[in-house]
Nanobody, 127 residues
Framework: QVQLVESGGGLVQAGGSLRLSCAAS????????MGWFRQAPGNEREFVAAIARSGGSTIYADSVKGRFTISRDNAKNTVSLQVNSLKHEDTAVYYCAAKFTVYPLVTGSNEADYDYWGQGTQVTVSS
């Protein structure tokens, strides 16, 4: 069992930045690839970014490439998402998720493959 708690969301002006964090419980954090997803009002949840259990591989949605950076610290059981150059359309609830894998470089953008989810943190970008 893995529990995930997100933090760092808030209200920011367009062009601004935030750093979202996700703290994971348990001693097996390094066994999980981690992902960030988001859901805007009236929309389905969508993939944002993912990082392999080793940290050696990352993938991003096209809409955030070059603006968002995912990272992890396995010693601290945390995964972060640095979000820069925010746009109004980035407004959403952001969720972190954990995906068990034995492969050190596997990531994934399919939310159905993720085993555990946090409660989410709201990011609101004012235009």
């Amino acid at each position: 069992q893995v529990q995930l708690v997100e933090s760092g969301g808030g209200l920011v002006q367009a062009g601004g930045s935030l750093r979202l964090s996700c703290a994971a419980s348990g001693r097996t954090f390094s066994s999980y690839a981690m992902g960030w997803f988001r859901q805007a009002p009236g929309n389905e949840r969508e993939f944002v970014a993912a990082i392999a259990r080793s940290g050696g591989s990352t993938i991003y949605a096209d809409s955030v490439k070059g603006r968002f950076t995912i990272s992890r610290d396995n010693a601290k059981n945390t995964v972060s998402l640095q979000v820069n150059s925010l746009k109004h359309e980035d407004t959403a609830v952001y969720y972190c998720a954990a995906k068990f894998t034995v492969y050190p470089l596997v990531t994934g953008s399919n939310e159905a493959d993720y085993d555990y989810w946090g409660q989410g943190t709201q990011v609101t970008v004012s235009s």
